[in-house]
Every structure is written in C-alpha cells, then in structure tokens.
C-alpha cells in the first residue's frame, strides 16, 4: 500500500504470509520489499522508515498476491541463486535447488582432471554445468535439454556467469544429439512419482511437470540415461546423479543392471543421501 513505511510493510505481509503457512514468511517479506526499493532483503533494515512510493507499492502489491497464492519467490523474481551465481528462470526450467549443490561439490571432490569434458544431462537453468565451468576453469561442457526455453535461458546464464565460451547448449533427448564420450557426466532428472505430487508444498507446483516427474515409480529417467549411457563414457568418468528421497537402493540397483559401480553416495546439507556418484 503506498504511504505506509517499509517497516510497516514487511511486518504486514510477513503477517500475511504466515497466516497462509508460508515457512520464512518474515524473509519473503523482506525479500519482496527490498526488491520493490531496489535493495536486498538485508538492506531492508537501514530503510525501515522510508515512505513508499506509488510504483514501488504497486509492484509490492502484485509481488505480494503472486505470493500469497504460493509462487515461489524465485519465480516471481524471475531469478535464483545456486552456487553463488544468480540464473534467470524460465516457465519451462526447474528452479535450481540448494540440494543439487550436493553434485557440484561431488564432482568437484571426484574429478582428478585439469580439463574435462563435461556433459549436463536435463540442463535446466544450466546450474549444474555452469557452476561447475566457474570452479574448474579449464573445463569445457555441453547441456541438453528437451525443452528449447532451457536451452536458450542456460545460454544466457552461461553469459551472465562468463563461461559462455566453454559452454554448448543443444535441444535433445537424452542422448539423440550427443555424439562424443565425457570426463564428467551430471544430471538432476525428473525423479518424482506420479504418487509423490499429490504429497508436495503448493510452491513445486509451478515447476515445469517435465522437469519433475518421471513414471509411476519416479525411475524412468534414470533407467532412459542409464540404459544408454555407455558409449558416451570412458575408463574414468565421473558419474553424479541426484537422486531423490529413499532412491538410494532402486536407483543403485538401475545402475548395477547396467554395469555401473557405486562409487559413493554423498549427503545434501540437510543430510539427504542426494548424490549417487558412479563408475563406468
Ligand atoms: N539441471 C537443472 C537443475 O538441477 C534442471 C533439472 C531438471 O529440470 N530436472 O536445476
């Protein structure tokens, strides 16, 4: 509402969204207003009394519905942050997740090599690969992705990170347009089951369907990788995928059917068997 303060804005829809059940609503609310004045969530504090303006208001008030009726912050901004690198997002890329920083740090503990080839299997944002292009800086990589958005939003964040120059982006499936083997191969597939959607917050609502579920049992993508990942590795590829709550066995159980060894499984911060990394 313009003519009310930012403090007392943050203190109404924090109110708001924690009568809906929103988790961190004092946060959001911070968020939504300092993005209104054009500072941080932690700025906030030194612009408690500052008036509001009429367009700074307005867009709180559209911000703030948008929120209200559960979408996420990151897709109301339009941008989130993984790896300490910020990614615009699309209607058709998954928002990245602090869990899939698990693969990053994996990887990065696993791969002994100065310069690898990496391939990012359902880039999305291009989190994955883009994060791990900044850390190894001699590495180059490719991402696929079916859905053509992604493929564009990742080239654009590879941009914004500056790695665009070791970075390739193509529209396939799975494998359809890969035509060479990898060092380092990673990927966050759909892993839900049909079941498991009904169980979660309203937010993952507004994650595209494709980029979630996958099959009654939530394995299908990883038996569609696993069954044709072979040509596309050698002797000491490095193999992370993220797997989902209690997949640890079914998914070790895909990859010992195709000849892959577990090589070890690495825990998200919350303390979630997040990672299967496997040998070829
Ligand atoms: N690789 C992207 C991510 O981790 C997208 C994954 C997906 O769409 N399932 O965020």
């Not at 009568?19 to 700025?43: F, H, K, P, Q, T």
């Not at 208001?57 to 559209?62: D, E, G, I, V």
């Not at 590495?139 to 590879?158: F, H, K, S, T, W």
Request: negative net charge; hydrophobic residues 45%.
């Amino acid at each position: 509402m313009s003519g009310e303060t930012v403090a007392v804005a943050i203190k109404r829809l924090s109110d708001a969204f924690a009568r809906v059940g929103i988790d961190n609503a004092r946060l959001d609310a911070r968020i939504l207003v300092g993005r209104a004045l054009g500072v941080s969530a932690g700025e906030t504090a030194l612009h408690a009394d500052r008036v509001l303006d009429d367009g700074s208001a307005q867009r709180l008030t559209s911000w703030a519905d948008r929120r209200l009726a559960r979408e996420p912050i990151g897709r109301i901004l339009g941008e989130r942050e993984f790896w300490g690198l910020t990614f615009e997002l699309l209607p058709d890329t998954l928002e990245p997740r602090p869990d899939s920083e698990a693969l990053v740090a994996a990887v990065l503990e696993a791969n002994k090599n100065r310069a690898p080839r990496i391939l990012d299997l359902g880039t999305g944002t291009g989190c994955l690969l883009i994060a791990l292009l900044k850390e190894i800086p001699e590495a180059r990589g490719l991402g696929i992705d079916q859905a053509p958005g992604a493929v564009a939003c990742a080239a654009r964040n590879a941009a914004r990170a500056g790695v665009e120059a070791r970075a390739e982006f193509i529209r396939s499936d799975w494998f359809e347009h890969v035509a060479r083997t990898f060092d380092v191969v990673v990927s966050n597939p759909p892993y839900l089951s049909t079941a498991d959607m009904a169980t979660l917050a309203p937010e993952v609502s507004f994650d595209p369907a494709a980029a979630l579920i996958a099959g009654e049992d939530g394995c299908d993508a990883y038996r569609a990788i696993l069954s044709r990942l072979r040509p596309f590795v050698r002797g000491g590829t490095v193999i992370a995928l993220e797997i989902g709550a209690n997949q640890c066995e079914a998914v070790s159980s895909i990859a010992s059917s195709h000849r892959f060894k577990i090589a070890a499984i690495k825990r998200d911060l919350a303390g979630h068997s997040r990672c299967l990394l496997l040998m070829p």
